[in-house]
């Protein structure tokens, strides 16, 4: 029997994947503690039965550093970071762990990657190979594709190896050369010049190029808060109470910022006395079940219902896809896979003692195909459950609360869309439109399972005929004051980040993390601040007002609502520090179009990848390119230095110097 | 010569403008007069909306507001017309004009330029909450000047095509059957006709000084 080497990216992968194939033997590795050698038989279809090691890695095994005479801070202008070599080397303390990859690679037949399948995954995979190949050239290497850790499908995936595929290794391997090289010169340069202005003699001030534009966009929306100015606005109120139900239409205009125009309006339509119905329509609508849910998606709804922050909800959702409770957190695809086999998921669910209900009802009579998306990366399914957990099992609150909305969402989609009916009365008075607007919940659907969605029956509205008139009860003009939009919350930054093309599904958590950590900025609970503006106020808002457009003439000011009360939602807020403010301002000042605050330049990089990936660029050249396009900034930025302390000093008074 | 300016005075008239003879002495020494007679007109038209029309158009009772036309205490009267006015100022008052002023700001910044990467906004949770209608829709409150000097402010009731932001100052309305309530002229499609124009130097100054007429007027507000 041959022996088939298989190396996964983390311990617990190995471990779970190993136990689903065979009953295997664990076997310790020589110095590292947490690695362990899984040890079976098993008949595979491409090498015949074989003696299998399953082992591991712990991420990345190798890393990426400037030669020694560049490493010292003084030894080099930070510009020579643009193209000092680089050596690439095996970590000093996974130094065991490749080792371990060697001596099993020494009698192998083939080498078997079982790292995760995404960019990161097939690179570390590349770094696998290529320590196995080198004491053992003639190995025939595969990788595994699996997205969950569900037996038959971990078997599937062993009976269908594929080949590691070189241009996404390519496009990460970019990555971590352009990283390296701009985090380490603009770091350097930033650190040196600004380090004294800071009271914080040893601090470095970092850089890293999907850090700064977050930090700008945390720092744009904080001077929107900050400098916003409140203004008066004006409305109309028409009551009427029909079928001793007390209808309020709200004026088409929403409200206007001129005191006169309304005045004039609103004596007009006191003159005309009557109102009359000009429209009555009532039609059934419904609220759409959610898409299949992507890790953006996740992390979003995390902060938002969950009480955790997207880095939290990551590591959480990774510990139960390495458990096997749901398939791989890490995916942009919002569709799935027209044969996958979802009655079967769903049925796993029916012993739920809160949801089994539902799921049951839907393997009887009520399953219905998802609704797709418009994304789909080929690498995974959106995020489903794999298998059923008695949640009393899981090891903690967090893990349950994500376990139950990973299962929820999932039910939802195979669910049907909530039904209902919609009245729309309009009424001319005085020449002016009014409106009112009513739902009835018929069916909830969806809604039963998904308490995270909100939709709700107003009153029941009397019936109003066309051409009827009648004079209103009551008719007001009203004023209000347009409030501050909030600071940024976190499901805002990552629909910003996302919108605008920093960092990765995989990675986005990492750089909100980043900055925190750098202490850029600052997080509170949402709510903790500003007055909620005027309270009295209210206008009608759309029942899907979730889907409409995004541009960008929508100035929360605007709307005059109070806002949502928020207090208590655990949301957290992010507002920036001092210094936060300052480098972006500094940058900000030096040039707007390549200001490393903006997301511009991160944005084409990030496109660049893809486009490694796709085959239509190479490695070499998109790192060449990019160089050069921050070497001009760098460039820049060292002339004007001086822009950038003037920046420093504005906002930290204590500076020195 | 005479007679041509009888077939261009009448062509004008016909779009309600009736300039002074003062203007016409100086409009015609300037053109040829092998030129076609319609082409005359056009030109006679297109310099005329570019003039400031309390130097160019005769003053006459029917085309210019009543003296009363301020009475705050009537409540309605109409305004039969014809009548030709030139806009002073156009405000949009279904925007907060702070909201106007980071709209400028953005602009500034080159954020709105085509061909130009944008940063993508995305709208705020309680945008999303509140489900804000799109900006910029008016109505629009103008300032209209007529051949006497006479100001008086109109508010756009219904969307008229050519009036917005986007307007010249120095822009030529023609009135027509215009309700005035309190003083103030409450303007529909059918009762206004844009004939265009432009006063080049007070466009420019009204341009400049925007962005700082709506910061001022947004700060009224706030030592209320």
């Known amino acids: ?657 | 010569m005479a007679n041509l300016a009888q077939e261009i005075a009448s062509y004008l008239s016909t779009k309600s403008l009736s300039p002074t003879p003062a203007w016409l002495s100086t409009f015609l020494p300037t053109i040829r007069t092998n030129t076609p007679l319609p082409a005359l007109q056009k030109t006679a038209l297109f310099r005329l909306l570019a003039t400031d029309i309390t130097q160019s158009l005769a003053r006459s009772p029917t085309s210019c507001f009543p003296a009363t036309v301020h009475d705050a205490t009537v409540r309605e009267r109409n305004l039969t017309g014809p009548l030709a006015v030139q806009v002073l100022d156009v405000e949009d008052i279904g925007r907060s004009c702070w909201s106007q002023v980071e709209a400028i700001e953005a602009a500034e910044r080159g954020e709105t330029t085509k061909g130009r990467e944008i940063i993508r906004s995305v709208p705020s949770e309680q945008e999303t909450a509140e489900g804000v209608q799109a900006a910029g829709a008016g109505p629009h409150k103008v300032l209209l000047q007529d051949a006497q000097g006479v100001c008086v402010y109109g508010i756009e009731m219904h969307a008229i095509e050519g009036v917005g932001m986007g307007m010249s100052i120095g822009s030529k309305l023609v009135l027509r059957d215009v309700v005035v309530a309190r003083g103030v002229l409450l303007l529909n499609p059918g009762c206004v006709t844009v004939l265009g124009g432009k006063i080049e130097g007070v466009h420019k100054a009204w341009k400049e000084g925007l962005k700082e007429r709506l910061l001022a007027k947004a700060r009224i507000g706030e030592e209320e």
Not at chain 1, 7 to 20: D, F, G, L, T, Y
Not at chain 1, 47 to 53: D, Y
Not at chain 1, 507 to 515: D, F, G, L, Q, V
């Open chain 1, 1 to 657: 029997m041959g022996k088939i080497l298989c190396v996964a990216e983390k311990p617990s992968i190995a471990k779970a994947v190993a136990n689903h194939l065979a009953r295997a033997q664990a076997r310790n590795v020589n110095g590292v503690t947490y690695v362990k050698n899984y040890v079976f038989d098993y008949n595979f279809t491409r090498w015949g039965a074989s003696n299998v090691v399953f082992t591991s890695v712990v991420g990345h095994i190798k890393h990426q550093e400037f030669a020694p005479r560049y490493s010292s801070w003084n030894s080099c202008d930070p510009l020579d970071l643009f193209d000092a070599p680089i050596i690439n080397s095996v970590v000093e303390d996974k130094k065991a762990i490749a080792r371990n990859i060697e001596e099993q690679a020494r009698g192998a037949q083939a080498l078997f990657i079982w790292t995760d399948c995404d960019r990161e995954g097939e690179h570390i995979g590349t770094e696998i190979r290529d320590i196995a190949l080198r004491v053992n050239p003639r190995l025939d290497v595969k990788r595994a594709r699996f997205s969950n850790i569900e037996r038959a499908h971990v078997i599937n995936a062993a009976t269908n190896p594929i080949s590691l595929d070189e241009k996404q290794a390519n496009a990460v391997a970019a990555r971590i050369e352009l990283d390296l090289r701009l985090g380490a010169a603009f770091t350097r340069l930033q650190t040196l010049a600004l380090q004294s202005l800071i009271s914080q003699e040893n601090k470095v001030i970092s850089y890293g190029s999907c850090q700064f534009p977050t930090l700008g966009f945390v720092v744009e929306r904080y001077f929107r808060v900050k400098n916003f100015v409140p203004e008066t606005f004006w409305l109309l109120k028409l009551m009427h109470e029909k079928d001793d139900i007390k209808v309020n239409f709200n004026w088409r205009r929403g409200h206007l910022f001129d005191r006169m125009a309304v005045t004039i309006i609103f004596e007009r339509c006191l003159a005309a006395k009557m109102a009359r119905v000009t429209s009555m329509q009532t039609k059934p609508t419904s609220k759409w079940k959610p898409l299949p849910l992507t890790t953006v998606e996740l992390q979003k709804m995390g902060s938002r219902f969950l009480r955790m922050d997207s880095q939290r909800v990551m590591k959480v959702a990774e510990d139960l896809y390495t458990k096997g409770w749901i398939s791989y957190p890490r995916t942009e695809t919002d569709q799935f896979d027209k044969g996958m086999d979802l009655r079967s998921l769903v049925e796993k669910q029916q012993q739920d003692a809160d949801w089994g209900p539902f799921a049951r009802n839907l393997i009887n009579s009520q399953f219905r195909q998802p609704r797709s998306g418009r994304h789909n990366d080929q690498a995974h399914p959106p995020i489903h459950p794999v298998n059923f957990v008695v949640r009393d099992q899981l090891q903690n609150d967090e893990e349950r609360r994500v376990y139950e909305f990973v299962v929820r969402r999932f039910l939802a989609c195979c669910s049907e869309d909530a039904l209902g009916e919609s009245t729309n009365i309009e009424v001319e008075y005085g020449g002016e439109a009014f409106r009112a607007h009513g739902l009835i919940v018929i069916q909830r659907n969806y809604l039963d399972v998904y308490p995270y969605d909100k939709w709700e029956s107003s009153q029941q509205l009397p019936r109003f005929d066309v051409g009827e008139t009648f004079v209103p009860k009551e008719v007001q003009m009203t004023d209000g004051k347009t409030t501050a939009p909030g600071y940024l919350t976190e499901p805002e930054l990552i629909s910003l980040m996302d919108a605008n093309g920093i960092g990765t599904d995989a990675t986005m958590a990492e750089h909100i993390a980043k900055i925190k950590e750098r202490a850029y900025v600052m997080t509170r609970p949402k709510g903790g601040g500003r007055a909620g503006g005027n309270g009295e106020v209210r206008l009608t808002t759309g029942s899907r007002g979730g889907r409409s457009g995004t541009g960008r003439g929508r100035v929360a000011g605007d709307s005059g609502n109070a806002a949502p009360a928020a207090g208590n939602s655990g949301i957290q807020e992010f507002i920036p520090t001092t210094l936060g403010v300052a480098l972006i301002e500094g940058y900000d000042n030096v040039g707007f179009d390549t200001s490393l605050s903006k997301p511009f330049l991160r944005k084409e990089m990030e496109l660049q990848m893809r486009a490694i990936c796709a085959g239509t660029a190479t490695r070499s050249d998109v790192v060449h390119q990019n160089l050069e396009l921050y070497r001009a900034v760098f460039m820049r930025t060292a002339q004007q230095m001086n822009v950038l302390k003037t920046a420093i000093r504005k906002y930290i008074p204590q500076a020195n110097g």
